[in-house]
């Protein structure tokens, strides 16, 4: 999942106040650039508006000068200047991960923070994530485009396999889990991203149905097999280079759910499904970020 995890001992961060636009400018220009697993960020607004903030945390001590060149690239020399560097524990981040983060809807699926667990409604599929992981609670519109997808999906069918590719700290598996009743395939490139994963199914009871796997791609036998829905929250590049191995593993009814993607990124990626025989069902846009509903034939 492209929201991925907080830096691991998070010790430095970056803060710039500014407008919307160039806020979330910047945001996406620094989750493009780096390594999810060592940089995250953010933008979000300020409480009585219109003021923006990004903030930026970072595992090592980031090179100043890249970081002052990209944001003046994304939003110009004003920003650029405006922009702050400070260093931070890690209650610090777990706190700032906190703050503004309201639940998630999306149909029946509802993910929160410990913090709104009465929120949840009866009939609601409530998937908690703790505050240290608000990377991957769902608010980035990449998380949030697949869980809209999956309502959708789960409106008209009732798929028996499903595959999350990427699926860092395992909200779309977990949802689709507690969803379905059912098993989901999952695995991840990152280590620490696959032990969270496993955490947050077994805080949510879906431990019996999500066992996430140290994966690059599809490349672990537990996730071998033919998948009726396969979703790939990830990036640009990775979703061209796996469309081989996506399509191989997709069933002929089969549905995929591809996001982490903005609007430039759509093009190339629909060319590298649709040699595979896959083409474009649906599409939805939140936040700049395109999330991709594939399937065989068609338009």
């Known amino acids: 999942m492209l929201e991925g995890l907080p830096p691991n001992n998070a010790s430095h961060m970056l803060r710039l106040d500014c407008d919307e636009k160039r806020a979330r400018a910047v945001a996406d220009l620094i989750v493009e650039t780096f390594d999810p697993t060592e940089t995250a960020a953010a933008a979000f607004e300020l409480d009585g508006g219109p003021q923006w903030s990004v903030e930026v945390y970072f595992a090592t001590a980031p090179d100043e000068a890249q970081i002052h060149a990209l944001i003046e690239s ?62 991957g609670t769902g608010h980035h519109g990449t998380t949030l485009g697949c869980l809209k997808a999956l309502d959708r999906i789960a409106k008209r069918r009732r798929p028996e396999r499903i595959l999350d590719v990427g699926t860092g700290t395992g909200v779309l598996a977990i949802a689709s889990a507690l969803l379905f009743r059912q098993r989901v395939a999952c695995g991840d490139i990152d280590p620490i991203a696959v032990a969270t994963a496993s955490a947050n199914a077994s805080a949510n009871g879906a431990g019996p149905y999500v066992r996430p796997v140290v994966a690059t791609g599809l490349r672990h036998p537990s996730l071998l097999g033919e998948y009726d ?68 034939g068609g338009v």
């Open 229 to 296: 829905l396969i979703f790939a929250n990830i990036l640009a590049k990775p979703l061209r280079l796996l469309a081989p191995d996506i399509a191989r593993a997709a069933a002929p009814s089969a549905e995929l759910v591809l996001s982490g993607l903005l609007a430039r990124d759509v093009r190339g990626v629909l060319d590298a499904y649709r040699a595979q025989g896959f083409f474009l069902a649906e599409r939805g846009d939140i936040d700049g970020w395109a999330t991709l509903l594939l399937r065989r």
């Open 74 to 135: 994304a939003a110009g020399a004003e920003a650029a200047q405006a922009a702050r560097f400070s260093t931070v524990d890690e209650k610090d981040w777990v706190e700032n991960s906190l703050a503004g983060l309201a639940p998630v809807r999306a149909g029946r699926v509802l993910v929160h923070g410990a913090h709104d667990r009465g929120r949840r409604r009866v009939n609601d599929i409530g998937v908690e994530i703790e505050a240290a992981l608000a990377f």
